[in-house]
């Protein structure tokens, strides 16, 4: 029998090895990330019941996604927010909107109740701006037009999600609160809860439209909830989240006036210290719109936008690359820990969750559309496939209240799991196709004008050789004309 310190020392070896490990064999096919899901899975207590590291590891992944988020804001153009926008806003509201419909017909075509299908088709509501983060971090995209739109309509498509799990709540709430056990719905009322949209997070240039859908949309999903319950609940993510966008701009404007009148010293120099007031703003605001009613990544996306006009904070954030890299690994492994492994192993529940992973991706890749651009708009598309840790949450808050039964949680998983597989291998095709000149990818004349480097690679990686590059250029061609194939299908 091993020590307990010993044990517990042994479990974070395993858990690292086993995340390293499929993350290096995945990163053959572009696809690191999805090697790193599955060392979730395999590390997860349902294949490995003497595992006991996973909050320890949820608790890590959590603050790789803060630090990721965050340097998502810290690469956004806020002059370009004007133009990019309105487009992400309305990617966002569509791609948040279209998946709950599409998923509510499809379960109501197996014969599940309205509560039921409005559940699970909530579940895929949500789109993982981790995993799309990591893509164009990977890509060296993040700092472009590109990086700026995914960002803006991943957070504002996270604050739709918190709205929809808020009006779950309330209905879960009115489902226990009745004699029969019944929603108190009527029929007219189950399309409203459809819509429960939208919130932004980008300039307040862009908001009076948004402002308008949320508060229309929100106050009908109120009216057809039972009386007595607060429309604060539901409201609250909405209207705090536009109080920090709100914020964001004010913030933009006076940091860069504010460190400009910071006294350096030797003993606090510049560079390091930027770093810190940026760590030490980050926490704060995520503390905050945690607290406040909103997800805590808007905290993170607003602590990096406010300073994305400070000169030489980005250089100095990629200096801390390898540790945030390995965070969001942790990140991506954490994912797969919370994969209900048990309940997937079913060939019905397997078939109808491939159906229903169709409905997912056709509900988020539509939203390319917005582009008006058929190989930007599968870029796009396939970034808002992805799903994360909030639809599993969705879905398991559902079964755990009894909003949708065991195989109807089945099937959604099966969704979520293959949607968040297919996303990054399928957006990175995209973007190759999508080649570097097209200006919509193109690295901005701002902090920083080289990209990111590759996934988890030393500074001895870096300059590799030239037939090394040759050998790599051969696989990219060679996986090019496969995945071309994929993309077509």
């Not at 709100?246 to 006076?254: M, T």
Request: glycine content about 8%.
């Amino acid at each position: 029998m091993l020590d307990e310190g010993l044990d517990q020392l042994l479990q974070v070896t395993v858990f690292i090895a086993v995340v390293w490990a499929c993350g290096r064999l995945f990163r053959v096919v572009y696809a690191q990330l999805v090697g790193e899901i599955i060392a979730g899975i395999i590390c997860s207590v349902h294949v490995m019941p003497w595992f006991q590291f996973t909050d320890g590891a949820v608790l890590l992944g959590e603050v790789g996604l803060i630090l990721l988020v965050m340097e998502g804001g810290l690469s956004i153009q806020p002059s370009l927010l004007k133009a990019t926008g309105p487009v992400a806003v309305a990617i966002a509201v569509s791609g948040t909107i279209l998946p709950v419909l599409f998923g509510w017909g499809f379960q109501r075509a197996l014969g599940s109740d309205r509560l039921e299908a409005i559940a699970a088709g909530a579940a895929l509501s949500s789109t993982s701006i981790g995993m799309a983060s990591k893509v164009l971090q990977d890509s060296g995209k993040i700092n472009t037009r590109l990086g700026n739109l995914v960002t803006v309509a991943a957070i504002v498509d996270d604050i739709l999600s918190l709205v929809i799990l808020a009006v779950l709540q309330r209905l879960q709430a009115s489902s226990a609160a009745s004699p029969t056990g019944s929603p108190a719905l009527t029929p007219s009322a189950a399309p409203s809860t459809l819509l429960p949209a939208s919130g932004n997070q980008s300039s307040s240039a862009m908001m009076p439209s948004a402002i308008a859908a949320t508060t229309t949309v929100s106050t009908t999903t109120v009216s057809s909830i039972e009386e007595g319950q607060n429309a604060w609940d539901i409201l609250q993510p909405v209207v705090v989240s536009i109080a920090f966008i709100v914020a964001s701009g004010v913030l933009v404007k006076l940091t860069p006036r504010v460190e400009r009148q910071v006294p350096w010293r030797s003993w606090f120099p510049r560079p390091s210290g930027l770093v810190f007031l940026l760590l030490a703003l980050c926490a704060g605001l995520v503390v905050a719109t945690s607290v406040s009613g909103t997800t805590f990544l808007l905290g993170a996306f607003v602590a990096g936008m406010a300073f994305s006009q400070v000169d030489g904070t980005l250089e100095q954030w990629i200096a801390f690359a390898p540790l945030t890299e390995w965070l969001t690994s942790v990140f991506f492994a954490s994912i797969g820990l919370r994969v209900p492994v048990a309940a997937l192993f079913d060939a019905r529940l397997f078939g109808l969750g491939v159906a229903y992973t169709l409905v997912a991706v056709l509900g988020k890749l539509v939203t390319g559309g917005f582009m008006r651009h058929l190989r930007r708009g599968l870029i796009v598309g396939w970034a808002m496939v992805g799903r994360g840790e909030l639809g599993f949450l969705m879905a398991s808050d559902a079964r755990d209240s009894g909003l949708i039964q065991d195989d109807t949680f089945a099937i959604a998983a099966w969704a979520l799991l293959l949607c968040t597989f297919m996303s990054p291998i399928l957006m990175r095709v995209s973007l190759k196709q999508l080649g570097e000149q097209d200006p919509f990818v193109r690295q901005f004349g701002h902090s920083t004008s080289t990209p990111l480097p590759e996934p988890h690679t030393d500074s001895t990686s870096i300059g590799v050789s030239d037939a090394k590059h040759q050998a790599v250029h051969v696989l990219e061609t060679s996986h090019s004309a496969i995945t071309s194939t994929i993309t077509v299908v």
